[in-house]
């Protein structure tokens, strides 16, 4: 069954220091999305692609974040720099869109960000 | 407010139907309930979503009121392994590309 592929897994760094993490979405999905989830609350999104575009990143904080899909297909999300507040697990999920009726997301196993 | 509302905890008996509720009371008309899961420590496992009509799958069973403001959903024979955070989401439908708004979701605890 395919899968989001999500690296890496843990990642311990001081804060000020630049973090940055990566997500292959299951083939042939055009949509995109990063949430942060904080220790004990429900996933909140970041940012969305649709194909190589952003199509919402309304919750990015674009001071110290940023996202990108350049070829439509892999992402990265880059933190620099990072702050003590950033330590979260870092979701990435993917979905067909493209108008079909097939919008289910599917999720990859994160990312456990600890800022030092 | 795009939020569900959720009990923060529920037991079940292993072998038993666990039955989650959640509120979903100003859910607009084109947007659909998703349900997830999340055991520790792992991204969010789909489950099942509905609009409008009752659905199940090999997992579980959605039932949304006709009023579609609630939806509970069914673990019909609870198994150890089913212990997790349960998320009930909204989304919208439609061409719109619309993001999950999660809520705080439902610790359930099965237990033997």
């Known amino acids: 069954e395919a899968e989001v592929a999500q690296s890496p897994r843990y990642k311990i760094t001081e804060k000020s220091q630049a973090v940055a993490f990566w997500c292959d979405p299951i083939s042939g999905h055009a949509t995109l999305y990063w949430y942060r989830q904080i220790l004990g609350q429900g996933p909140e999104l970041l940012v969305q692609?649709?194909?190589?575009?952003?199509?919402?990143d309304s919750q990015l904080p674009k001071d110290r974040f940023s996202a990108e899909r350049l070829k439509g297909v892999d992402s990265t999300l880059k933190i620099q720099p990072a702050e003590l507040g950033d330590s979260a697990m870092y979701l990435c999920?993917?979905?067909?869109?493209?108008?079909?009726?097939?919008?289910?997301?599917?999720f990859g196993p994160g990312t456990r960000l600890l800022v030092l | 407010d795009a939020k569900t509302t959720q009990p923060p905890s529920m037991d079940c008996a292993e072998g038993r139907a666990a039955n989650l509720p959640c509120n979903h009371s100003?859910?607009?008309?084109?947007?659909?309930v998703y349900w997830y899961r999340q055991i520790h420590s792992q991204g969010p496992q789909y489950i099942i979503h509905g609009l409008k009509n009752n659905e199940t799958n090999e997992m579980a069973s959605l039932i949304i009121t006709e009023d579609r403001k609630s939806s509970t959903l069914i673990l019909p024979h609870a198994t150890l392994r089913d212990t997790a955070v349960y998320y009930c989401t909204r989304k919208p439908g439609g061409t719109s590309y619309g993001k999950l708004t999660f809520g705080q979701g439902t610790i359930l605890t099965v237990h033997p």
């Open positions: 100003t859910i607009s008309g084109n947007e659909y």
């Open positions: 692609f649709q194909d190589e575009s952003v199509v919402d």
């Open positions: 999920a993917s979905s067909l869109e493209r108008g079909t009726s097939k919008r289910t997301q599917y």
